[in-house]
């Protein structure tokens, strides 16, 4: 069995979608043929990340039901936000508290890591996953981020004794704050791949996703 250290994965669904407009929830929206957020957590499914816990919030059991053949995946863990209008820190907690949970239940080993997905992001591949998984454990660093052009994008992978000030976060904000705080201690890994990090927030932006989708080569079957 390998001794690597794990490294977790949270993803962030529970937002309101407010900009995306005429009532539509981004997460929801069909992209190649399914909804928005199953390109995550497929994507997240094919890497190293282990195990997920999914963060649902607004309009939850339709987000769930999108997710349903996903339900019984052993490594998959969904979590429900009742405060997620509170703002994204909310969430953050949430799934930390769920994660930590989930380790204590079924006694797996603790992760000594976790990545933090935002749920509109569908263009990040396995491969990005498993490449900044790969440089956290060999680079020394104890936060790892992808960057493309100089600009530091998302998932943000955060190690395990950072989790309680992650859990100090308020208001609608992710885990920046912390970042900053530990800015010395972040290695970059810089990507070729623009499109990883498209967010998917607004219409204009849903568009673009559609435009871009026939250039998404990755197959949708995730390893179980």
């Known amino acids: 069995m390998s001794e690597e250290p794990v490294c977790a994965a949270i993803l962030l669904a529970a937002g309101t979608s407010s900009r995306m407009g005429g009532g539509r929830h981004k997460l929801l929206l069909p992209l190649a043929g399914r909804p928005l957020v199953r390109h995550s957590v497929e994507a997240i499914l094919r890497s190293q990340a282990r195990p997920l816990v999914i963060v649902?919030?607004?309009r939850a059991e339709e987000v769930r039901a999108a997710l349903s053949d996903y339900a019984a995946h052993p490594a998959i863990e969904l979590v429900v936000n009742p405060a997620y209008a509170q703002g994204m820190s909310t969430s953050l907690r949430c799934g930390l508290q769920a994660l930590q949970a989930r380790t204590a239940r079924l006694g797996e080993p603790a992760p000594a890591g976790a990545l933090i997905f935002l749920g509109d992001q569908p263009f990040i591949s396995a491969a990005l996953i498993d490449r900044l998984i790969v440089s956290w454990?060999?680079?020394g660093r104890r936060l790892t981020a992808p960057s493309y052009g100089g600009r530091r994008g998302n998932p943000v992978l955060f190690p395990s004794d950072l989790?309680?000030?992650?859990?100090?976060v308020a208001g609608d904000e992710g885990g920046r704050r912390v970042l900053e705080r530990h800015r010395a201690e972040l290695v970059l890994v810089e990507i070729e791949e623009a499109l990883a990090f498209h967010d998917?927030?607004?219409w204009e932006a849903y568009q673009a996703a559609l435009d871009a989708q026939s250039g998404e080569g990755e197959e949708s079957t995730?390893?179980?």
């Open 137 to 139: 454990r060999s680079s």
């Open 56 to 58: 649902l919030g607004h």
């Open 200 to 202: 998917v927030d607004t």
């Open 222 to 224: 995730p390893q179980h």
């Open 163 to 168: 989790f309680s000030e992650l859990e100090q």
